[in-house]
């Protein structure tokens, strides 16, 4: 079956620190693959998404590359800001029969000091 | 244009009671999921839905569990006799081609 190993938590960081997340997934077919924020007392927030191999998904300074030879799909962001701290999802979805439900990993919490 | 809505936000149920969740989808999509939030872990698929049909029940637990996605109205899932180990937060989402909208969860708590 399908599933997504994400780096655990919690990170703290320094402001303007660089950031890495590490995901790695393990899927039959084709998956896409996204990250997902999470706020305090929120629900989850597209952060950016890749759809095919080699793919770099970017949004707000994050960046990911889809990695097909070593199923992976880092979360990277050069410089981190305080409002980034959030809890953060790396998520797949293989659509293999039109579902596009979603295999989450378990989140890594990231806490940015001033 | 407002996203997916959920009611409540905030649900406390003694143990044995009944619990139902709504969720109202994105306008036009006709797709909605269900996924559970226990603490600290990550999201859990339960049941995917179209209207009127239940495409996907492998995440549902076989026992007091159910949810519903009427022609006209909310999807509605529904747990029975609940009980502690049943609080978390539930999300419900709707797609368009290859991206979920989230809403902004029920947090449930047994008492």
């Known amino acids: 079956g399908n599933s997504v190993t994400q780096m655990e938590g919690p990170v703290t960081l320094s402001e303007e620190a660089f950031l890495t997340i590490n995901c790695t997934y393990t899927a039959t077919g084709y998956p896409s693959l996204f990250w997902y924020v999470q706020y305090p007392g929120e629900g989850l927030q597209l952060l950016l998404k890749a759809t095919k191999a080699d793919d770099k998904g970017s949004n707000k300074g994050f960046e990911a590359t889809y990695r097909k030879e070593t199923t992976s799909f880092h979360l990277e962001k050069g410089s981190v800001q305080v409002s980034d701290s959030a809890v953060y999802f790396c998520a797949l979805s293989d659509q293999s029969f039109g579902n596009e439900k979603l295999t989450f990993g378990t989140g890594t919490r990231l806490t940015i000091i001033p | 244009n407002a996203g997916v809505m959920q009611n409540p936000r905030h649900l406390v149920r003694r143990r044995g009671q009944e619990a139902r969740l709504r969720c109202s989808p994105m306008?036009?999509?006709?797709?909605v999921y269900w996924y559970r939030q226990l603490p600290e872990e990550g999201l859990k698929f339960m049941v995917y839905l179209q209207k009127e049909n239940i495409i996907d029940e492998s995440g549902m637990p076989k026992e007091r569990f159910s949810a519903e996605f009427p022609k006209e109205g909310p999807s509605i899932l529904r747990i029975q006799q609940v009980v502690r180990g049943d609080s978390a937060a539930y999300f419900c989402?709707?797609?368009?081609?290859?991206?979920?909208?989230f809403g902004q969860g029920t947090r449930l708590t047994v008492v």
């Open positions: 989402a709707s797609s368009r081609r290859d991206e979920a909208f």
């Open positions: 306008k036009g999509h006709s797709h």
